[in-house]
């Protein structure tokens, strides 16, 4: 999905670095003359994203939590925010004591749609199955359902899964 609207030059937002996978497809997908900003509040996620993103001098890492991304982002980047990718819950491997929850996810996903540009698209990966993960879920869902006409939001969820499934949330800005 954000393949079909990243391009080199673009700029994007990792709001959930973790071990740098998402950051590093990002960064190939804007190429050395596109920026990429990540947001995590562990120092060891952002060491093993830095080690993974070696070279890749787009990319501009921010310790701290993603509902700080407006004061974070250069005042330039409002609207020109072409993806930002939410991968919610715990880094794997590690502590399940720091995870993502509903309060700082909506703050962040409020101010992420304030930077989309007009064509980009907002993902956010919910957790439903790990603890407090249904009630972030229910919560994007429920922010994500009342956004205006100027957004097209679409879910995508395994319906056979014996577990609670992983789910998508997209959100695209129209207008
Ligand atoms: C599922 S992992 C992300 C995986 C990552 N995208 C990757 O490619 O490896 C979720 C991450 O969210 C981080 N996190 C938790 N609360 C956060 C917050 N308020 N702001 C930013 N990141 C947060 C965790 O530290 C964890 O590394």
């Known amino acids: 999905m954000l393949s079909t609207v990243l391009k080199p030059g ?3 937002v990792d709001a959930t670095v973790g071990n740098g996978h998402d950051t590093l497809w990002l960064a190939q997908q804007v190429g050395p003359q596109g920026c990429v900003f990540g947001f995590d509040v562990q ?3 952002l060491a093993a994203a ?3 993103l ?4 787009q990319v501009s890492f921010y310790q701290c939590g993603h509902e700080h991304l407006a004061t974070r982002l ?4 409002q609207g020109r925010i072409t993806a930002v990718m939410f991968n919610l819950g715990y880094l794997p491997g590690t502590t399940h004591d720091i995870k993502t929850c509903a ?3 909506l703050a962040a996903l409020d101010q992420a749609l304030d930077f989309l540009a ?4 907002i993902t956010l990966i919910l957790y439903p199955g790990h603890t407090g993960g249904a009630e972030e879920a229910a919560a994007v869902r429920s922010r994500s359902d009342q956004l205006s006409p100027a957004f097209v939001v679409t879910r995508h969820v395994r319906l056979n899964a014996r577990a609670p499934a992983p789910e998508l949330i997209a959100i695209a800005r129209r207008t």
């Open 118 to 121: 007009i064509g980009g698209i």
């Open 10 to 12: 673009d700029w994007a």
């Open 50 to 52: 830095t080690r993974r």
């Open 103 to 105: 309060p700082s996810t």
């Open 54 to 57: 070696e070279g890749f001098t």
């Open 43 to 45: 120092e060891a996620a």
């Open 74 to 77: 250069p005042p330039t980047s």
